[in-house]
T-cell receptor, first 112, second 114 residues
Framework: ETGVTQSPTHLIKTRGQQVTLRCSSQSGHNTVSWYQQALGQGPQFIFQYYREEENGRGNFPPRFSGLQFPNYSSELNVNALELDDSALYLC???????????FGSGTRLTVV | DAKTTQPPSMDCAEGRAANLPCNHSTISGNEYVYWYRQIHSQGPQYIIHGLKNNETNEMASLIITEDRKSSTLILPHATLRDTAVYYCIVSYLAGGTSYGKLTFGQGTILTVHP
């Protein structure tokens, strides 16, 4: 197993810009979820993809979107960045019925 | 989503067992109890999960009450590296179409002392 890899590890963007965060999951992990973690808070669910289709979404606006690819990689895109989007973004993947999710170390996004 | 209640913080001496409680009185019949932990500045780490039977793995043991309204995570011999925020989460089985989103609360900050 190679774990879950996220890139970049840190990123600084300007308000109003767009950002793409990337995640590479373990082979065979057909489910990927993205979470946002503000400082001092627990992670908040953004959305989940299963076999390249979104099958669940948390309370986040449409400017948060994602993609999942056949090679077990995925992307989180955020448009029109706001200051409150500053957070740690976590990717988590799982194989069907395997039990728990494997999380990456996250991307720290700072919006200025 | 079923909610969980955990104490905000706990202390434990190194080498002793750490017993972390969790209440989940609104858990539904096919929801599992999951435990994750998060060490500062890292992503959460899966520890263990269970439906109704007690479970044990190389990291910890999970004790679920018969009525499934509460559970206890046991770290049998805590070390300094076990200092972390521990999250008790009720969710459907991860992966696939079951939509096993994780709802993280504030968790329990476990501090292991020398």
């Amino acid at each position: 197993e190679t774990g879950v890899t996220q890139s970049p590890t840190h990123l600084i963007k300007t308000r109003g810009q767009q950002v793409t965060l990337r995640c590479s999951s373990q082979s065979g992990h057909n489910t990927v979820s993205w979470y946002q973690q503000a400082l001092g808070q627990g992670p908040q669910f953004i959305f989940q993809y299963y076999r390249e289709e979104e099958n669940g979404r948390g309370n986040f606006p449409p400017r948060f979107s994602g993609l999942q690819f056949p090679n077990y990689s995925s992307e989180l895109n955020v448009n029109a960045l706001e200051l409150d989007d500053s957070a740690l973004y976590l990717c988590a993947s799982s194989a069907t019925g395997s039990g728990g999710y494997t999380f990456g170390s996250g991307t720290r996004l700072t919006v200025v | 989503d079923a909610k969980t209640t955990q104490p905000p913080s706990m202390d434990c001496a190194e080498g002793r067992a750490a017993n972390l409680p969790c209440n989940h009185s609104t858990i539904s019949g096919n929801e599992y109890v999951y435990w994750y932990r998060q060490i500062h500045s890292q992503g959460p780490q899966y520890i263990i999960h269970g439906l109704k039977n007690n479970e044990t793995n190389e990291m910890a043991s999970l004790i679920i009450t018969e009525d499934r309204k509460s559970s206890t995570l046991i770290l049998p011999h805590a070390t300094l590296r076990d200092t972390a925020v521990y999250y008790c989460i009720v969710s459907y089985l991860a992966g696939g179409t079951s939509y096993g989103k994780l709802t993280f609360g504030q968790g329990t900050i476990l501090t292991v002392h020398p």
